[in-house]
């Protein structure tokens, strides 16, 4: 069962960026789909990108043309570039096999002046 150990998260100024870091451990991120999600305070957690085995990728349309999802097969890591951040982007950020149950600690972002 792959694991993963998200990183990258921090204090950031509105319009900054961040990259998130997703490095699983397991079997390799290219035969499976890996997705990002995320959970603001009092909110559900939700859905924001995702990269399939293909390499293809899908994000969540409110966030689109700003969160970029992306991986390195040779270190086992996926990524998620943020950039132009708003305050309604604080949350902490999770990586998760699409089909899986577990969860990690997350990253947490958060975005204020």
């Known amino acids: 069962q792959v694991q993963f150990v998200e990183s990258g998260g921090g204090w950031v100024q509105p319009g900054g960026s961040l990259t998130l870091s997703c490095a699983a451990t397991?079997?390799?991120?290219?035969?499976?789909?890996t997705a990002w999600y995320r959970q603001a305070p009092g909110k559900p957690r939700e859905w924001v990108a995702i990269?399939?085995?293909?390499?293809?990728?899908t994000v969540e349309d409110s966030v689109k043309g700003r969160f970029t999802i992306s991986r390195d097969v040779a270190k086992n890591t996926v990524y998620l570039q943020i950039s132009n951040l708003e305050p309604e982007d604080t949350a902490t950020y999770y990586c998760?096999?699409?089909?899986?149950?577990?969860w990690g600690q997350g990253t947490q972002v958060t975005v204020s002046s």
């Open positions: 998760k096999e699409l089909l899986a149950t577990n």
């Open positions: 397991g079997p390799r991120i290219d035969r499976y789909s």
């Open positions: 990269i399939r085995p293909t390499g293809d990728t």
